[in-house]
């Protein structure tokens, strides 16, 4: 069974980062295309950003191409968002995803002055 569990979050004034994590268990993080969700409220969960299972390749949304960067560690089983450059509309909660099918519970992302 796969778990993820995710933290980082936390109130950022406009501007500011913030770094999440997500840490991995239950079969062979390798081999698992990492992605980070979020969802605010009244609107659908959508992709921020995927990293491919070796690490080599990422995609972003165009929301946050060029302020938010993912990166992954597979000695440590663990996927990162580092987000700079923060925005209200950034505010949402967070989620980390294995192959879109496994997800952790997630983790708020407030950006407020």
């Known amino acids: 069974q796969v778990q993820l569990v995710e933290s980082g979050g936390g109130l950022v004034q406009p501007g500011g980062s913030l770094r999440l994590s997500c840490v991995f268990s239950g079969f062979t993080f390798r081999r698992y295309i990492m992605s980070w969700y979020r969802q605010s409220p009244g609107k659908e969960r959508a992709l921020v950003a995927a990293i491919s299972s070796a690490g080599g390749g990422a995609s972003y949304a165009d929301s946050v191409k060029g302020r938010f960067t993912i990166s992954r560690d597979n000695t440590k089983n663990t996927v990162y968002l580092q987000m700079n450059s923060l925005k209200p509309e950034d505010t949402a909660i967070y989620y980390c995803?294995?192959?879109?099918?496994?997800w952790g519970q997630g983790t708020q992302v407030t950006v407020s002055s």
């Open positions: 995803s294995a192959d879109s099918r496994y």
